[in-house]
């Protein structure tokens, strides 16, 4: 019996490993690919997050800081300085959510967590004292379970828990891409009366671009992105052409804002996008879930003892 299963292994699931290692848990974290995809969705670490690092001997290994005065923006509203709050330390951090993820599981591992790799959970039943989860042909059991299982969490929705709030108003897409015309296109953030489009520029290389249309959601939030489309919406926004190839980790989002009706149903907790998820721009979307690892491991911890 473990005392603690985390199902899924992202950034919250394995800084939250990582986090109950060092108070003495070792938790099972449970992850469904076999591989990590490599795809970062989010780049940037905030105060918060990069002070919580820091204390830990973190935060060199995760990532680029800038400190003193930086403006930044919420949801693509420029005009915060963000070396207002940052008392401690760095007040932006850059650091792919990818590389992140791979530093927690490191520091999560030496620890004393296991990460079990190629396990998708797919059902749960709670019990007085513990919990029985199934991940493919297998059975096992854990005194907790949390659920660090993402926007459609399989966790939450065995729990019964559940994911309200308002849907989303807008479409965005994102894909990195080789851009054919790299300096006709206006690096960083643009913003026109259609919409924004966002450009990480690597003219030699794949440039991350994202598009963020007002008309209306996606039809179908879960259609495959093409090129064309991706293609089609940064025109439209620009009015003018974007020759683009070699598409790499398309995807499609908009700002629904959903919240779990609760974050602990017995002996089943959510962290991360499985409890909350909002419009991401600008990184509350995996600061957010940062800091559920960051409080919710010391509470969980406490309650092992
Ligand atoms: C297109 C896009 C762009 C984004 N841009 C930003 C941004 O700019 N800034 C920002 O802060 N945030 C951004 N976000 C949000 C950010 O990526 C998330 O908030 C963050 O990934 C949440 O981390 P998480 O660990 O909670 O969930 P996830 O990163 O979704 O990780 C969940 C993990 O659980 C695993 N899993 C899922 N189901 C199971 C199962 N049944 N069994 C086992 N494992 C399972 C998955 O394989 C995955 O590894 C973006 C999101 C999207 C979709």
């Known amino acids: 019996m473990y005392d603690v299963a985390i ?54 290994a995760v990532g680029r800081s800038s400190g003193g005065s930086v403006n930044f923006h919420f949801s693509g509203m420029f005009g915060l300085d963000l070396g207002a709050v940052a008392e401690e330390g760095a007040s932006i951090v850059g650091s792919p959510q990818a590389w992140a993820e791979r530093v927690f599981a490191r520091y999560a591992t030496a620890l004393g967590a296991e990460i079990r790799r190629g396990q998708e959970v797919t059902g749960l039943v709670q019990h007085d004292d513990h919990v029985v989860l199934t991940a493919g042909a297998h059975e096992l059991s854990a005194r907790y379970v949390v659920g660090t299982d993402g926007a459609r969490s399989t966790v939450r929705r065995a729990a019964g828990i559940p994911f ?99 974050y602990r149903e017995g002996r089943v907790l959510l962290a991360g996008d499985a409890a909350h998820v909002h419009f991401p721009w600008g990184g509350q979307g995996l600061n957010t879930g940062l800091a559920d690892a960051f409080s919710r491991a010391v509470r969980r911890a406490d309650e092992l003892r």
């Open 7 to 60: 199902v899924g292994g992202g950034p919250v699931g394995m800084l939250l490993a990582a986090e109950l290692g060092l108070q003495g848990v070792r938790p099972l974290v449970l992850e469904r690919p076999a591989v990590p995809s490599g795809e970062s969705k989010a780049g940037t670490l905030h105060a918060r997050t990069a002070q919580s690092l820091d204390r830990r001997g973190l935060l060199d």
């Open 164 to 262: 309200t709030g308002t849907p989303a108003r807008v479409a965005a897409l994102m894909g990195d891409v080789r851009l054919l015309d790299p300096y006709g296109v206006p690096p960083g953030y643009t913003r026109t009366p259609r919409g924004w489009i966002i450009v990480w520029l690597d003219p030699a290389g794949h440039s991350r671009v994202t598009t963020y249309d007002f008309r209306a959601p996606h039809p179908d939030r879960r259609a495959p992105v093409t090129l064309a489309e991706l293609r089609e919406a940064a025109e439209r926004i620009l009015d003018r052409p974007v020759p683009m190839a070699g598409p790499r980790n398309l995807s499609r989002y908009g700002d629904a804002a959903l919240q779990a009706g609760t």
